[in-house]
C-alpha cells in the first residue's frame, strides 16, 4: 500500500484559501452577484467543503470574530468570580488576542467597491448584541443594577466593534488590533463615574 500523501489542497488551508477567493471575488464582482458555487470554483474546493466551516458566504467574512465571540460567552457564562466587572474587561480584551481576520478586514475597508455596506451594517449590529448578552448577564449575576448592566454592556459591544472597523480603516499590521481595542475599553472604563455626575449635581 503507497503511503504517499493524497493531493490536492490540505484540509487545513481550506477555510483560509475560500476567504481569499471569497474577497477576491466580491471585489471583482460585488457581493451579491458572488455565489457560494462561485467561491468554491475560485478556491477550487467542494461545496460540501465550504459547508464545513460556513453555513453562509457572509459567515467567510465574521468566522474569526465569531469564534471569539462565542469564547467570550462562554467564558462568561461559566465564571462566578467575585469581580464581575474585571472578568468581564478581561475576557472582552481577549478577543483582539493575535487577531487577524484579513478577510473582515479587507470587506470593511472595501465596503464601497464590494457592495457590502448594508450586509456589514446589519451583522456587525449581531456581533454588538452577541457580546452585550454575554456582558449584561455576567454583570447582573455579579449584582450590577439591570439597567446599568445593559449600558455597559452595550459600551462594550460597541467597543469590540468600533475597534476592529478603526483598524480596519488604518490597514491591518499597522498596529495591533489589542491596542485599539484597550483604548475603546478605557472609553468605556469611564462611563459608570460619569453616569453618576449629573445626579450627584442635581
Do not use: Q
Not at 493575535?98 to 475597508?109: G, K, Q, V
Amino acid at each position: 500500500m503507497s503511503s504517499e500523501p493524497r493531493t490536492g489542497r490540505p484540509r487545513a488551508s481550506s477555510r483560509e484559501v475560500l476567504a481569499e477567493a471569497a474577497c477576491e471575488l466580491f471585489l471583482e464582482r460585488g457581493y451579491d452577484a458572488t455565489s457560494i458555487a462561485d467561491i468554491t470554483s475560485r478556491a477550487g474546493v467542494s461545496r460540501s467543503s465550504f459547508f464545513n466551516y460556513f453555513s453562509s458566504k457572509g459567515d467567510v467574512l465574521w468566522a474569526a470574530l465569531d469564534e471569539r465571540i462565542a469564547a467570550l460567552r462562554t467564558r462568561l457564562h461559566s465564571d462566578e468570580g467575585p469581580d464581575a466587572a474585571t472578568t468581564v474587561r478581561a475576557a472582552v480584551a481577549e478577543i483582539a488576542d493575535d487577531f487577524e481576520p484579513e478577510s473582515l478586514a479587507l470587506a470593511m475597508a472595501n465596503s464601497a467597491a464590494m457592495g457590502i455596506e448594508d450586509e456589514l451594517e446589519r451583522e456587525s449590529a449581531l456581533r454588538r448584541a452577541r457580546i452585550a448578552r454575554a456582558v449584561a448577564d455576567r454583570l447582573r449575576r455579579g449584582g450590577e443594577d439591570a439597567l446599568r448592566a445593559e449600558v455597559l454592556a452595550a459600551a462594550y459591544g460597541g467597543a469590540v466593534l468600533a475597534s476592529v472597523e478603526l483598524w480596519a480603516d488604518e490597514g491591518p499590521g499597522r498596529r495591533a488590533l489589542g491596542s485599539v481595542l484597550d483604548r475603546a475599553l478605557t472609553v468605556v472604563a469611564t462611563l459608570p463615574a460619569a453616569a453618576v455626575l449629573p445626579a450627584a449635581a442635581s
